[in-house]
Structures are given as structure tokens and as C-alpha cells.
């Protein structure tokens, strides 16, 4: 009896940084799809998000947490301001400006975005539509729109002020360049890298020239391309920089700076990303307890670093010790900052795709239903956030067999992410990936078949047949020919795919460990027994050495290896 190949799909944890979970074997569900959450803008006070350590500029800002006698404080002083000086006077226009980054620090994003309309129309009756302080509301406005997921809109509104400081200010202005990086943080959440890229180069090769290549904005440059070559799978160029970075600021800022941890937190997201995970681990504990020291147990950053490490724990099998985090994240951000607070929602998330990964179906599914129902709620139907929990609801509903209850809510999110998103943005294809798994599930072949070589060759032409994504692609096609008994299509496609990855990933790399798992998979369906049984044993060999003798992928293949071998035995 043969054994259905594994099919990676890297599962995007949704904590603070976002990166790729190992495979497992015969039939596990893809992994859940994470769409991009907005990411930080340059210059501005933090912004809640799933990505609070990818980048740094915000994170010397963490040091405070609002409250909501902030907020009560804040809204009497407004009323007091309007009523003794009027709506466009420059102390309250301030006012309006604290107001709406308060309630953006509580992830309030509707609430925020009333009070920084209010604060653009004074700006505009005060300074007119190109002055200072207008433009400063316009970027400010635009982030807020990114935390809701209106991409489009906050483009259009950082592409303006970039045109109009250009013109008035020049393309080497601190203000214009800042405005650049925001316009390639909006290309960076509509999944636009080379775009979001080159502004980012540009950026950074001017602020070198300017202002040298350690002050603080040309190093938040460097972090914030580095961010973009890890999403297009470029981890050696993204390491390179990361490390600059860092080395940088331990010398210039000192070890236990804000930036300089955050800088390690990075790094340690990029070793995840070319599954590097003890080296991930270490570094991710030196942030913590760091963190823990200097800003206390409770801080925003301390809780964002614990969430890495359990998912570094997560992707490493190491299921116990993350779920421990997750609960400690999870029930402290539910006291510090409210239930409903993204962060908190993001907490009861990532505990869920861990409830997930060990099997407790009803466990997980029990909190995506709350995360979804919440942000539904809170953020609306349509806010990438919501549509990421419905996506993993879904894939829990998979992994329980349920396969027409989750192709019903997989074909809600890519509908919704064609038409919000547009038809190739990275969450967009994600979506469809699932929905083909789902039909390939039901042994719809020919729906699969479709769904995936349109995903393939999509990301072929968008990110090149060397990303990560891409190679996905290769292996879900190839388990989709596998299940026809098309085995030739399916060795072909699997030996470019692990070539690819021996080459750009390394041999050690757990993408690469899982090609080498399929393609013996298939030899053996193909009767190549002798073939199968090397490779295997070649395979198991490197996963327990990398991955540890109990991760589940290593176990995985260990026990097809030792079926095998019985059999061998036998005959």
C-alpha cells in the first residue's frame, strides 16, 4: 500500500513575526495562510500589528502602553481645546493627533481614523492641502487605513505625499524619504515586492549618502529591505543586512537598546526562514530575557518575544513548551490589553494553530471561531485579519475530514481576497492553494489540477521559480498527479523542485528534507523500492540530525522508512 506524498505549504505563524512552520507527512492539511498584517511605517508611533519586530522603527517607542484614562484624559482635553480655541487651532489639532494614536495603540482602527480625518480636515483649513501639517495627517491617515486593510486607499494617499514633498521639499529631504518608505510599506502589504523594493534601495542609498551609514533612519532602512528580500525568499541577502544592522547598533546603541534587540529578533526570524531553528531559538531567548529585564515581564515587545519563541518551539515539535508560552501570552494580553484587542486575538490564534498541530481538532476550533467572530466584529468581514481566521477555521475543519464545510469558507476568502486583494496577491494565491488541497481531498482531481498550475504559474512569473512559495506550488501540483497515479509528472515535477532546493535552500533545509521525502514516496509507487529506500534513508538520517529524532516531520519519515524496510525484509 503506498503512502500519499507530504505536501508542504509553510505555515505562516500569525505571532509577531511571521515564519515558516515545517511539514508533515501523509495527510496533514496545508498549513494555515496568513495574509500580510500592515507593516510598521517610518516615522510614525507604533502601530499594532502582526508584524511588531519584522521591522524596527517603532520599536524605541514601545516603552509605554496606553490606557484608557490616556484616552478619557485625552478626549477632555479635546472637548476643552474646541470649546476655548476651535477646531483648527494648532493645540487641538495636537490633541486629535495624540487621540488618534492612542486609539490605534488599542487597535480601535475605525475610532482612530474618525478622530485623523477630523485632524486632515483641520490641517487642510489651517495650512491648506500641501502644508506641513496636512501632509503629516495624510500619512498618518494612510496608516490607519493600512491597519485596516485598505491597501489601495493608503497608497494613494502616501504616493500624493510623497509627490507633493518632492516637489516642494526635494527627493534627499528626511520628510520626502520617509514618505518613500511608506509608499513601499503600502506596495510591501499588497505583496508588491520588487516594487516595495526598489523604492527601498533608493531610500537606503540616499539616507547613506545624507546621513551616513549608521545613522538611525539609514540602518531602519537596511532593516526594512532586508524585511522585503525575507518575503521573497532571499534569506542570504536578508541576513547579510540584518546582521550589519545589528552589529551596528550593539556598537553604537548598545546591547540592550530597544533597536538592537529588535535587530536580533529579526535575524532570528530570517535563520526560521531557512530553518535554522536552533540558531533561531537562541537568539530568540537572549531577546526574551532581555526584554523581560530591562522592560518587564508585562511590556508589549517582552510578550511579542516570548510569541517567537513559541512558535520557534512550534515549528521545532516542540509542542508542550508552545502551547505553555501561548497561554502565558494569550491570558496577559487579555488582562493588559482587553479581549478584543488584536494582539490578544493574535495570541488566541497562534494557540490555536498549536491546539491544531497536535491533533486537539475541537481545542482549536472552538478559538478560531471566537478570533473569527471577533474580528468580524471588530474589524470587519472584509479585514485581511478576518479573512486570515476564516482561513484557518477552515483548515481545521480539513483536518477533521469536514471537507465541504471548509471548501464553503475557503471559496468565501478567495473570492473576497480576488476582489479586496486582486486575483495575484500573495494571500489571494495562498487561498486558492487551499481550496485546491480541499477539492484534492474529495479526490476532485481535475478543480485541483486547475486551481494549482494556475497558483504555480502565477508565482513563477511574480516571484521566480526559486521562492519558497513557488516550489509549494511544484509539490501540491506533483501530490495532485500522485493521486492520479501519474507518476512520471509527478517524479518530474518533484525532482526539479528538490534540485531547486538543494541549491538555493541547502540539503539541510526542512523544504528541501520534505522534496527528498516526496520524490522517494514516489519512487517507491513507481516500484523503484531500492531507490526509494536510499533516498529515504538518506532523508530520515538528515531530518533527525537537523530536526531532532522527535520532530514529527523526522518521525514521520522514520516510520514509512521502517515500513519499508519490514516489507523489504519480508520478501
Request: hydrophobic share 35%; glycine share 6%.
Amino acid at each position: 500500500m503506498s503512502v500519499s506524498p507530504a505536501v508542504f505549504s509553510p505555515a505562516l505563524s500569525i505571532s509577531s513575526i511571521v515564519q515558516p512552520q515545517s511539514s508533515t507527512f501523509a495527510g496533514h492539511s496545508p498549513a494555515p495562510s496568513y495574509g500580510p498584517l500592515p507593516r510598521f511605517l517610518s516615522g510614525f508611533p507604533p502601530i499594532p500589528s502582526a508584524f511588531e519586530d519584522q521591522l524596527d522603527t517603532a520599536a524605541g517607542s514601545l516603552q509605554y502602553r496606553y490606557k484608557q484614562m490616556d484616552e478619557e484624559r485625552l478626549r477632555e482635553e479635546l472637548s476643552l481645546a474646541e470649546t476655548l480655541f476651535g477646531t483648527s487651532h494648532s493645540m487641538t489639532l495636537d490633541i486629535l493627533s495624540k487621540l488618534g494614536n492612542v486609539l490605534m495603540e488599542q487597535g480601535r482602527y475605525k475610532s482612530a481614523e474618525e478622530m485623523i480625518r477630523r485632524l486632515v480636515e483641520g490641517g487642510r483649513r489651517v495650512n491648506g492641502n500641501d502644508g506641513v501639517k496636512t501632509l503629516d495627517a495624510l500619512e498618518l491617515l494612510g496608516a490607519v487605513l493600512s491597519c485596516q486593510g485598505f491597501y489601495t486607499k493608503a497608497e494613494k494617499l502616501h504616493r500624493r505625499t510623497f509627490e507633493s514633498r518632492k516637489i516642494m521639499l526635494g527627493e534627499e529631504h528626511p520628510s520626502t524619504l520617509t514618505s518613500m518608505a511608506n509608499l513601499a510599506s503600502t506596495y510591501w502589504n499588497q505583496g508588491r515586492w520588487k516594487e516595495a523594493e526598489e523604492l527601498e534601495v533608493r531610500v537606503m542609498e540616499t539616507r547613506k549618502r545624507v546621513l551616513g551609514e549608521e545613522h538611525p533612519s539609514t540602518l531602519t532602512s537596511m532593516a526594512n529591505l532586508a524585511s522585503t528580500y525575507s518575503d521573497q525568499g532571499r534569506w542570504k541577502e536578508a541576513e547579510e543586512l540584518e546582521v550589519r544592522v545589528m552589529e551596528t547598533r550593539k556598537r553604537v546603541l548598545g546591547e540592550e537598546h530597544p533597536l538592537t534587540l529588535t535587530n536580533m529578533a529579526n535575524l532570528a526570524s530570517t535563520y526560521s526562514g531557512q530553518g535554522r531553528w536552533k540558531e533561531a531559538e537562541e537568539l530568540e531567548v537572549r531577546v526574551m530575557e532581555t526584554r523581560k529585564r530591562v522592560l518587564g515581564e508585562e511590556h508589549p515587545s517582552t510578550l511579542t518575544s516570548i510569541a517567537n519563541l513559541a512558535s520557534t518551539y512550534r515549528n521545532q515539535g516542540q509542542w508542550k513548551e508552545a502551547e505553555e508560552l501561548e497561554v502565558r501570552v494569550m491570558e496577559t494580553r487579555k488582562r493588559v490589553l482587553g479581549e478584543e484587542h488584536p494582539s490578544t486575538l493574535t495570541s488566541i490564534a497562534n494557540l490555536a494553530l498549536t491546539y491544531s498541530d497536535q491533533g486537539r481538532w475541537k481545542e482549536a476550533e472552538e478559538l478560531e471561531v471566537q478570533v473569527m467572530e471577533t474580528r468580524k466584529r471588530v474589524l470587519g468581514e472584509e479585514h485581511p485579519s478576518t479573512l486570515t481566521s476564516i482561513a484557518n477555521l477552515a483548515l481545521t475543519y480539513s483536518d477533521q475530514g469536514r471537507w465541504k464545510e471548509a471548501e464553503e469558507l475557503e471559496v468565501q476568502v478567495m473570492e473576497t481576497r480576488k476582489r479586496v486583494l486582486g486575483e495575484e496577491h500573495p494571500s489571494t494565491l495562498t487561498s486558492i492553494a487551499n481550496l485546491a488541497s480541499t477539492y484534492r481531498n474529495q479526490g476532485q482531481w481535475k478543480e485541483a489540477e486547475e486551481l494549482e498550475v494556475q497558483v504555480m504559474e502565477t508565482r513563477k512569473r511574480a516571484l521566480g521559480e526559486e521562492h519558497p512559495s513557488t516550489l509549494t506550488s511544484m509539490a501540491n501540483l506533483a501530490s495532485t498527479y500522485s493521486g492520479q497515479g501519474r507518476w512520471k509528472e509527478a517524479e518530474e515535477l518533484q525532482a526539479k523542485e528538490l534540485g531547486i532546493c538543494s541549491k538555493v535552500l541547502g540539503e539541510e533545509h526542512p523544504l528541501t528534507l520534505t522534496s527528498m521525502a516526496n520524490l522517494a514516496i514516489t519512487w517507491r509507487d513507481q516500484g523503484r523500492s531500492g531507490d526509494a529506500l536510499a533516498l529515504m534513508r538518506n532523508c530520515v538520517a538528515l531530518q533527525e540530525q537537523v530536526l531532532g529524532i522527535d520532530h514529527p516531520a523526522a518521525a514521520s519519515s522514520s516510520a514509512i522508512l521502517a515500513k519499508w524496510e519490514g516489507v523489504s525484509d519480508l520478501s
